[in-house]
């Protein structure tokens, strides 16, 4: 069989499965394998041009992840009534100088002579400036955060189309990667992954405890639509031609609505993805791609060639994160409501490091294979786990210890499924289902 035929099959495998979902359970939660599957594709992109391009052993994809759905609540909801007269404008410019502050600190560190004079003069400027921050800044967000607290208490956003905000999402998670790259990006590989761990419980801190940025914990909701390729179930449902070819499919009105919806944002979902990969095969084939390849096999001899590898390090980091960027917005826009406590780093980056490694590391189909596979498993194990227990444990008497145990144990069978199959794959193609050519 020859490789393009292999990985062809294995695509369609995964396929099949998907139908499979969709006849034997529901076609709605077919298509939501589907969405999720396609936002993880990317996510996985995103994480393969780091390490399977570069090397860079990033731990912090869900910090850059939550970036992209905090750009949806910037760009596309409504901005609050009386909020920016309220505070608003007290908190950019305490941001500002904040900022100001910290240039401040590294022009003196930079131009003065080191020695006394110079630290006690950084201290200074970073107490000062610190008192100036905190008296504007504290004050402006309470007066923001009474706005209405029980459904908003925060700024709002520029309510512009949502589709604005998904590259919006890439700048923004770019604009971040940049900032921690350079710091960061001089570290050794260990390193670097605990420096972008702590980075993306930051990001999230601030996310869950600023009531005035996306409403903190108490999240923000009705986010909107990229309409008009992506309608509301309501409207569908009141629309006499819809409810017609609904009849003519079968299908009672609601559930031909839900499964429109979902099957708009699947159109959309998959342009943005055909997009990225193209681009990301066209970059790995450039010369650009096999520089990034040479300085991961050996940094000495890209160097000595005259690469500088901080820098292209700092590119493949800053677009690695603009790619995770745009999956969070476009995640954060498939649920209508951006939830900072869900994004959980350990958990989720581990299932993307995941797909990225089952597909194949340094190759682009073989990331989005293993975003299919891994999501498709991640979300069926558990019941499939479920009924197995009830099979094994189906000649135990009702009220066993024994049996109860084991269907309570069903839902840890999602964590030991990845675990197992990460290592079957290790152990028996260590390169991936698609290794990289």
Known sequence: M?????????????????LLTGFTQSWNAAILILNMGLISAIMAIGVNLQWGFAGLFNVGVMGFVALGGLAVVLVSTPPTPGAWAAGGYGVVLSLLLGAATVIAAVMAAKKMPKGRAQTLTIIAILIVGF?????????????????????????????????????????????????????????????????????????????????????????????????PVVGYEVDLQQDPSFIARAEWFGLDPITASTLSVKLGYSLLFMIVLLMLLWMAQMALKSPWGRMMRAIRDNEVAAEAMGKDVTRRHLQIFVLGSAVCGIAGAMMTTLDGQLTPSAYQPLRFTFLVWVMVIVGGSGNNFGAVLGAFLIWFLWVQVEPIGLWLMNVITIGLPDGSGLKAHLIESAAHMRMLTMGLILLVVLRFNPKGLIPEK
């Not at 020859?2 to 998907?18: C, M, P």
């Open 2 to 18: 020859s490789e393009s035929v292999k990985n062809s099959l294995l695509f369609v495998i995964v396929g099949f499965l998907i």
């Open 131 to 227: 008192f100036i921050y905190r008296s504007i800044f504290d004050p402006s967000i309470a007066a923001v955060e009474a706005i209405n607290p029980a459904v908003e208490g925060n700024l709002g956003g520029l309510n512009m189309p949502v589709l604005f905000a998904w590259p919006a999402g890439g700048l923004l998670a770019a604009g971040a990667a940049w900032l921690i790259g350079k710091t960061a990006l001089g570290l050794r590989s260990d390193y670097l992954a605990i420096a972008t761990l702590g980075i993306a419980e930051i990001i999230l801190a601030i996310l869950k405890n600023e009531d005035w940025l996306a409403r903190g914990v108490k999240n923000v909701y009705g986010i909107p639509r990229p309409a």
